[in-house]
Nanobody, 125 residues
Framework: QVQLVESGGGLVQAGGSLRLSCAASGSIVSINVMGWYRQAPGKQRELVAIISSGGITNYADSVKGRFTISRDNAKNTVYLQMNSLKPEDTAVYYC???????????????????WGQGTQVTVSS
């Protein structure tokens, strides 16, 4: 069974830094794109940053220059280094794996998208 487990959230003062991690586990063959999304209270979930298996990245304008996404393909893990945090960065941050291929119980390969359970990031002013 495939799982995505996030860690690294918490409470930090404005201007501070946090590093989020998301590890995918299970009978994984490969993962196409991994990314981070966030959802603040009363708002829709939005893209923060994504990274392809080849290292191509894309960021929301609101985090460019402050956040850095990276991944370790051997560990099926994606990271989000968040610097110069602002109160408006406060949200639940979710990890997502797009087109995650895995071995199923029948010995074949299937693909699906997966979400982590979310980790709270709170930035105080």
């Amino acid at each position: 069974q495939v799982q995505l487990v996030e860690s690294g959230g918490g409470l930090v003062q404005a201007g501070g830094s946090l590093r989020l991690s998301c590890a995918a586990s299970g009978s994984i063959v490969s993962i196409n794109v991994m990314g981070w999304y966030r959802q603040a209270p009363g708002k829709q979930r939005e893209l923060v940053a994504i990274i392809s298996s080849g290292g191509i990245t894309n960021y929301a304008d609101s985090v460019k220059g402050r956040f850095t996404i990276s991944r370790d393909n051997a560990k099926n893990t994606v990271y989000l280094q968040m610097n110069s945090l602002k109160p408006e960065d406060t949200a639940v941050y979710y990890c997502k794996a797009d087109r995650l291929k895995y071995w199923n119980s029948g010995g074949g390969v299937k693909a699906s998208d997966y979400w982590g359970q979310g980790t709270q990031v709170t930035v105080s002013s």
